[in-house]
Protein backbone atom coordinates (compact mmCIF):
# COMPACT_ATOMS: atom_id res chain seq x y z
CA UNK A 1 0.00 0.00 0.00
CA UNK A 2 1.34 3.62 -0.38
CA UNK A 3 2.25 6.01 2.04
CA UNK A 4 1.17 9.21 -0.38
CA UNK A 5 -1.77 10.54 1.04
CA UNK A 6 -5.01 10.13 -1.77
CA UNK A 7 -5.71 13.37 -3.45
CA UNK A 8 -8.28 15.77 -2.45
CA UNK A 9 -11.69 14.37 -3.47
CA UNK A 10 -10.66 10.81 -3.13
CA UNK A 11 -11.86 8.34 -0.99
CA UNK A 12 -9.16 5.73 0.10
CA UNK A 13 -11.88 1.99 0.20
CA UNK A 14 -11.13 -0.26 2.81
CA UNK A 15 -10.82 -3.69 1.57
CA UNK A 16 -14.33 -5.13 1.78
CA UNK A 17 -15.53 -2.19 0.08
CA UNK A 18 -12.85 -3.40 -2.48
CA UNK A 19 -14.32 -6.82 -2.75
CA UNK A 20 -17.90 -5.62 -3.21
CA UNK A 21 -16.82 -3.60 -6.35
CA UNK A 22 -14.96 -6.49 -7.87
CA UNK A 23 -18.02 -8.79 -7.37
CA UNK A 24 -20.01 -6.05 -9.38
CA UNK A 25 -17.64 -6.44 -12.78
CA UNK A 26 -16.38 -9.68 -14.72
CA UNK A 27 -13.69 -7.37 -16.60
CA UNK A 28 -10.05 -6.67 -15.35
CA UNK A 29 -6.33 -6.40 -16.42
CA UNK A 30 -3.66 -8.87 -15.29
CA UNK A 31 -0.29 -7.52 -14.90
CA UNK A 32 2.30 -10.20 -14.95
CA UNK A 33 5.87 -10.00 -15.55
CA UNK A 34 7.21 -11.48 -19.03
CA UNK A 35 10.93 -12.91 -19.03
CA UNK A 36 12.76 -9.19 -18.73
CA UNK A 37 9.26 -6.56 -18.96
CA UNK A 38 5.66 -6.11 -17.68
CA UNK A 39 3.01 -6.93 -19.73
CA UNK A 40 -0.99 -6.76 -19.30
CA UNK A 41 -3.71 -8.79 -20.28
CA UNK A 42 -7.48 -8.42 -20.12
CA UNK A 43 -9.23 -11.24 -18.18
CA UNK A 44 -12.69 -12.29 -17.29
CA UNK A 45 -12.60 -13.19 -13.30
CA UNK A 46 -14.83 -13.80 -10.49
CA UNK A 47 -14.54 -13.65 -6.80
CA UNK A 48 -14.48 -16.60 -4.75
CA UNK A 49 -13.85 -16.88 -1.16
CA UNK A 50 -11.18 -13.58 -0.56
CA UNK A 51 -9.75 -14.63 -3.96
CA UNK A 52 -9.39 -13.90 -7.61
CA UNK A 53 -10.51 -16.55 -10.21
CA UNK A 54 -9.80 -16.41 -13.53
CA UNK A 55 -9.47 -19.51 -17.18
CA UNK A 56 -6.46 -19.09 -19.23
CA UNK A 57 -5.29 -21.35 -22.33
CA UNK A 58 -1.69 -22.31 -22.78
CA UNK A 59 0.44 -18.89 -23.53
CA UNK A 60 2.65 -16.22 -22.30
CA UNK A 61 -0.28 -15.32 -20.19
CA UNK A 62 -0.56 -18.61 -18.28
CA UNK A 63 3.16 -19.23 -17.90
CA UNK A 64 4.03 -15.94 -16.96
CA UNK A 65 1.13 -15.66 -14.27
CA UNK A 66 2.55 -19.13 -12.59
CA UNK A 67 6.09 -18.05 -13.41
CA UNK A 68 6.61 -17.33 -9.34
CA UNK A 69 6.70 -13.95 -9.78
CA UNK A 70 3.82 -11.65 -7.93
CA UNK A 71 1.03 -10.49 -10.13
CA UNK A 72 -0.94 -7.74 -10.07
CA UNK A 73 -4.82 -7.56 -10.95
CA UNK A 74 -6.73 -4.17 -11.24
CA UNK A 75 -11.00 -3.64 -12.24
CA UNK A 76 -12.34 -0.31 -12.29
CA UNK A 77 -16.26 1.30 -13.03
CA UNK A 78 -18.12 4.38 -13.05
CA UNK A 79 -21.28 5.34 -12.36
CA UNK A 80 -22.28 7.81 -15.63
CA UNK A 81 -24.82 9.20 -13.54
CA UNK A 82 -23.23 10.95 -10.82
CA UNK A 83 -19.79 10.81 -12.35
CA UNK A 84 -17.93 8.31 -9.27
CA UNK A 85 -15.44 6.22 -10.49
CA UNK A 86 -13.33 3.78 -8.50
CA UNK A 87 -10.55 1.71 -9.23
CA UNK A 88 -9.17 -1.47 -7.06
CA UNK A 89 -5.75 -2.98 -7.72
CA UNK A 90 -5.09 -6.60 -6.15
CA UNK A 91 -1.34 -7.93 -5.96
CA UNK A 92 -0.41 -11.21 -4.71
CA UNK A 93 0.49 -14.55 -5.79
CA UNK A 94 -1.38 -16.61 -8.34
CA UNK A 95 -1.76 -20.60 -8.65
CA UNK A 96 -3.10 -23.36 -11.01
CA UNK A 97 -6.14 -25.18 -9.55
CA UNK A 98 -5.24 -28.78 -10.25
CA UNK A 99 -6.85 -30.82 -6.75
CA UNK A 100 -9.81 -32.01 -7.97
CA UNK A 101 -12.28 -30.76 -5.44
CA UNK A 102 -10.69 -27.47 -6.01
CA UNK A 103 -11.59 -27.83 -9.30
CA UNK A 104 -14.87 -29.32 -9.21
CA UNK A 105 -15.80 -26.52 -7.00
CA UNK A 106 -14.67 -23.70 -9.52
CA UNK A 107 -15.93 -25.21 -12.51
CA UNK A 108 -19.42 -23.94 -11.01
CA UNK A 109 -18.06 -20.77 -10.62
CA UNK A 110 -20.00 -17.81 -12.71
CA UNK A 111 -16.77 -17.46 -14.83
CA UNK A 112 -17.47 -16.25 -18.62
CA UNK A 113 -14.52 -15.71 -20.66
CA UNK A 114 -15.58 -13.39 -24.04
CA UNK A 115 -13.08 -14.81 -26.33
CA UNK A 116 -13.69 -18.27 -27.77
CA UNK A 117 -10.89 -21.15 -27.50
CA UNK A 118 -9.56 -23.56 -25.04
CA UNK A 119 -9.39 -22.16 -21.10
CA UNK A 120 -8.73 -25.11 -19.46
CA UNK A 121 -6.58 -24.08 -16.69
CA UNK A 122 -8.39 -21.77 -13.69
CA UNK A 123 -5.85 -19.55 -11.77
CA UNK A 124 -6.36 -18.30 -8.59
CA UNK A 125 -4.90 -15.04 -7.39
CA UNK A 126 -4.20 -15.11 -3.89
CA UNK A 127 -4.01 -11.38 -2.52
CA UNK A 128 -1.11 -10.21 -0.35
CA UNK A 129 -2.81 -6.50 -1.03
CA UNK A 130 -5.88 -5.34 -1.60
CA UNK A 131 -6.36 -1.47 -2.11
CA UNK A 132 -9.14 1.11 -3.98
CA UNK A 133 -10.05 4.05 -4.54
CA UNK A 134 -13.55 6.17 -4.93
CA UNK A 135 -13.23 9.31 -6.66
CA UNK A 136 -15.25 12.33 -8.82
CA UNK A 137 -14.42 12.09 -12.78
CA UNK A 138 -12.89 15.73 -13.68
CA UNK A 139 -14.91 18.12 -16.05
CA UNK A 140 -12.31 17.60 -19.21
CA UNK A 141 -12.61 21.24 -19.52
CA UNK A 142 -10.71 21.31 -16.40
CA UNK A 143 -7.78 19.41 -18.69
CA UNK A 144 -7.45 22.23 -20.71
CA UNK A 145 -4.16 23.73 -20.64
CA UNK A 146 -1.99 26.59 -22.54
CA UNK A 147 -0.75 23.92 -24.87
CA UNK A 148 -4.19 22.73 -25.74
CA UNK A 149 -4.67 25.36 -28.55
CA UNK A 150 -1.33 25.54 -29.88
CA UNK A 151 -0.48 24.64 -33.40
CA UNK A 152 0.49 20.81 -34.32
CA UNK A 153 2.74 19.88 -36.87
CA UNK A 154 1.30 17.96 -39.45
CA UNK A 155 1.45 13.66 -39.01
CA UNK A 156 3.85 11.98 -41.54
Same mark, same amino acid.
Given at each position: ?19 ? =? ?11 ? *? ?11 ? *? ?23 ? $??? $??? *? ?5 ? $???? *? ?13 ? =? ?52
Amino acid at each position: MTKNPAPAGTTVLATHECWQ =LLRSVSVARLAVW *VHDHPDIFPINFT *VDHGTVVFRSGEGTKLTSSLGGTPV $ALE $ADG *VDQDSGV $AWSV *VIKGEATDIVAINDV =LDTVGLPLFPWEAGHKDHFIRITPTSVTGRRFKVADPASWWNPMADAPRAAPE
